[in-house]
DNA sequence: ACCTGAACACCGTTCAAGT
DNA sequence: ACCTGAACACCGTTCAAGT
């Protein structure tokens, strides 16, 4: 149940690219810590993962680490930390995947990449909605949005913000279907969209009143990849007329 | 510094459109209520403008009503719910603006707007991400996007499927300067991207290198007009080949 | 240097009792 | 019908003390 949490958790602790931790090297003086920056990352790592951000405390990682809640302190400033030390490491752990060569084709590969991936990984979008990339291993993406962007014409500057729209889209459409998947969970019947029209309002929504009935339909239909390379090809499209 | 709760509180309480309360008209009978739903409404919209979801609580906002945290809960079913309420009728507090009649134009119009306005209430935007859309004169909005979208051609499933799109433009940009908002409070420096990046790391991520002295004025200089203006051409660029 | 215990100032919500 | 009080099972974090 755990093991990919472990795995990703090895990643980090390897010794090779050591000098990327952001924790200054350790000298081994003092008492010997009994548990290590690692271990609580894992743990905290493997609680979002089955349970989401929500189930995630600082008492319930110390309980499982072993410890008392105040001796996590001494490894990490506050929750906020913790919660972006997850996130490191994370993105290693998905092989990059084999990219066309044409640079708009590659552009919607790669925005797929992103979204496919972080939709097997909600607890990242979570925990992402929080702070900011702090996961180096996923800038590979981002550059390759950007230089993809610039080989079809866009200057740096458009690059960077396409990029940014195109974040945008991805984890617009993450959120959303959270958003959904949670919904579903509960039998609550919170009345949303569909359900608050009457006739009465034909007038005002003729389009939404006429749509209601099929608009779980419509939701469910929504095709992440259609609708990028529509994106796609609106922002490249700027390059032709300066 | 509360007269913009106070006067969608009003529209709230307005008698006229009684029919549309969600909560099943009461008859007076029994003990008469001391405090009732609008007034609670009322208090938890301006703590959530003031301060944000962060600062609301039950407790909190039993206080300043005046009762018990418990007191709230006969008259609403948890804090979920206290939420969602406070969202509808938020809608109708902004002025309908002019809309030009290009339907290319217009769409362009009403995405801004609903930025323009979201923009300026960042509490709804907190609020929205925990459920759906509850406020019934928002959809407007809506209505018109799709109209737009199909009298450029696109289908009624493609009209929803570009409403969804724009709206997680218009959402993803709200939620990221949200961040950077919060992120420009905190004097404290986590490190986000160009400060992760190293020489060393030219060869990998050469534009991103390049770019890093200049991400802060780039990232500022994000016009959402404009990729906004991009997004929507993709998007009705789909009409054209079918 | 690393860990513990007790404490502070909070949460949302349930439940039994009051008027 | 409406409200109260006490209680349950939690939070993140500080602070003084232990080894």
């Known amino acids: 149940m755990s093991h990919v949490a472990a795995e990703s958790e090895s ?41 989401g951000v929500a189930a995630l405390s600082m008492r319930r990682v110390a309980k499982e680490v072993g410890t008392t809640p105040m001796a996590l302190y001494h ?15 994370t993105a290693d752990s998905v092989p990059r995947p084999e990219l066309p060569d044409d640079p708009r084709d590659r552009l919607l590969a790669v925005s797929l990449h992103m979204h496919g991936t972080l939709a097997r990984m909600p607890w990242v979008v979570e925990v992402l909605s929080l702070g900011d990339l702090t996961d180096k291993g996923a800038l590979w993406m981002v550059e390759e949005i950007i230089d993809s962007c610039m080989t079809c014409g866009l200057t740096p500057a458009e690059a960077v913000a ?3 729209t195109i974040w945008h889209c991805v984890y617009g459409d993450l959120v959303f279907r959270q958003a959904m998947a949670r919904r579903a969970e509960e039998p609550d019947r919170r009345r949303h969209f569909p359900g608050m029209l009457t006739d009465a309002d034909a007038e005002e929504l003729p389009h939404m009143t006429a749509l209601a009935g099929r608009w779980l339909e419509l939701t469910a239909d929504y095709d992440v990849a259609k609708q990028l390379g529509a994106v796609i090809d609106g922002l490249l499209g700027q390059a032709r007329r300066p």
């Open 162 to 164: 396409a990029y940014r």
């Open 75 to 89: 490894h990490v400033r506050d929750k906020d930390e913790l919660l972006m030390l997850t996130l490191s490491g």
């Open 11 to 51: 990643t980090d602790a390897a010794p090779p690219a050591a000098a990327e931790k952001p924790v200054e090297q350790k000298k081994k003086r003092g008492r010997p810590s009994r548990i290590d920056l690692d271990t609580i990352v894992g743990i905290a790592r493997r609680i979002l993962q089955e349970e």
